[in-house]
């Protein structure tokens, strides 16, 4: 919080830049007096009427683009929940008081989601800044050349529009290189001993959002399983890299030290080796049929959620420490234990799965807690399903979300 009270709709009013904030369908919710200045118009002429209809394309002139433009970056906005920067447009504006005259305007727009706690885009901010006066000092130095000028401003924004269009081409590339490379690093397990379990992976909507979310699954000698779920910060084909390696070292760790805390002591060890490995989050847990016990510590992760054949929900949190990285120097890291009876459900998950914006993670854990009550009876492939249709935004998360569930 700010030690001082701020009014925003005070400062959104004296920003120096143009402003309109507009609903995903496009519709004026508010506008700052910049934009009103510089658009001639008084705010009972805008608020809540459609963009385009206040603002259309001038009518007179057939290579009038501005408008089109324009509705395609703010409907990119809408479908990928990114900000989209545009080339410098010719958008002629009706002149004040003088209707079906228009004026020849030069603006550089930028268009910004404001994205809701589900991740979903609730308002537009449509910046511009207007660079008529410039553009005309240019034309103006040589009037003969005007001609050979706006169509130089014309072929340098086809460029840029190129360019944007490149760059998005790159990243859904990028997305299918990263999205092949977790299928391949986490594939359905098959059965461990004579358990199976149901485990998910859902990638974040958005070209870039990919993440570096990881689970692992461990036969160990006895009637024991190993199983954990990790979370890399950052984004894309490094942090999916950077998964591959930890995953791949905590699963040799725990097949080889004396439990999840030194296994996870290992990885913190190893990931100071790993560029990109900081802060990274995992939790390890082994479950052990013959005394139905779990043993389990947590490097900053969300607690495993055990839920009892009552119905209720033990958050496993008895063993929580910091991120790996977090520490300067080696501290032993804790391990707790948790008993469990026949039919119980263990389920192991990143934060992808319950955080939300602007929201405090333990709304988040409650409501996994209570999803997992009211499908209690469920197996562990229609549960994770479950799971993920309840707790998953409608439109897509903007975070990945790994999931693991045991019945045990």
């Keep these: 919080m700010s030690a001082f009270p701020i009014d925003y709709a005070a400062v959104f ?9 507009l609903t995903p369908q496009l519709v004026i919710a508010d506008v700052n007096e910049a934009l009103l200045r510089r658009a001639g118009r008084d705010r009972s002429q805008l ?49 004040r008081g003088r209707p079906g005259v228009f004026e020849e305007r030069y603006w550089s727009p930028v268009n910004a989601p404001v994205l809701d706690a589900e991740g979903r885009v609730r ?11 410039i553009v005309r000092a240019g034309l103006g130095a040589h009037e003969g050349d005007r001609e050979r000028l706006e169509a130089e401003l014309y072929t340098r924004a086809q460029d840029l529009q190129e360019v944007n269009d490149r760059l998005r081409r790159s990243h859904a590339q990028e997305r299918e290189v990263v999205l ?16 199976r379990a149901a485990v998910r992976y859902r990638p974040a909507v958005g070209a870039l959002n990919v993440c570096g979310d990881w689970y692992d699954l461990a036969d160990l000698p006895g009637d024991r399983m190993a199983v954990a779920v990790g979370d890399v910060v950052g984004h894309g084909l490094a942090a999916a890299c950077v998964m591959g390696q930890l995953r791949s070292a905590l699963s040799a760790a725990i097949r080889v030290v004396g439990g999840p805390a030194r296994a996870l002591e290992v990885l913190g060890i190893y990931a100071r080796s790993v560029d990109g490995a900081e802060s990274t989050t995992a939790v390890q847990a082994v479950i052990d049929w013959t005394t139905h016990t779990i043993a389990y510590s947590s490097a900053g992760h969300p607690p495993p959620a055990l839920l009892h054949p009552d119905g209720t929900v033990e958050l496993l949190d008895g063993a929580t420490d910091p991120p790996l990285g977090a520490r300067p120097e080696h501290v032993d890291r804790p391990e707790a234990h948790a008993a469990f009876t026949d039919d119980a459900v263990l389920v192991l998950y990143t934060d992808g799965l319950i955080e939300r914006r602007h929201e405090d993670i333990d709304v988040g854990l409650a409501r996994l807690a209570e999803a997992l ?22 439109g897509g998360a903007t975070d990945d979300a790994a999931l693991v569930i045991i019945r045990l």
């Design 13 to 21: 009013q004296a920003l120096p830049g143009a402003v309109l904030l």
């Design 47 to 95: 608020i809540g009427r459609p963009l385009f209809e206040v603002f259309p394309d001038n009518p007179d002139d057939p290579d009038a683009s501005g408008m089109r433009n324009l509705r395609a970056s703010l409907e990119r906005v809408v479908a990928t929940g990114a900000s989209d920067t545009m080339a410098l447009q010719r958008y002629d504006v009706e002149a």
């Design 123 to 133: 308002l537009i901010v449509h910046r511009v800044e207007e660079v008529t006066d």
């Design 180 to 195: 092949a490379l977790q299928e391949a690093m986490l594939p359905a397990p098959g059965p461990v001993g004579h358990h």
């Design 373 to 394: 009550t009211r499908h209690q009876g469920a197996g562990a492939e229609t549960l994770a399903d479950a799971l993920l249709a309840e707790l998953l935004p409608p």
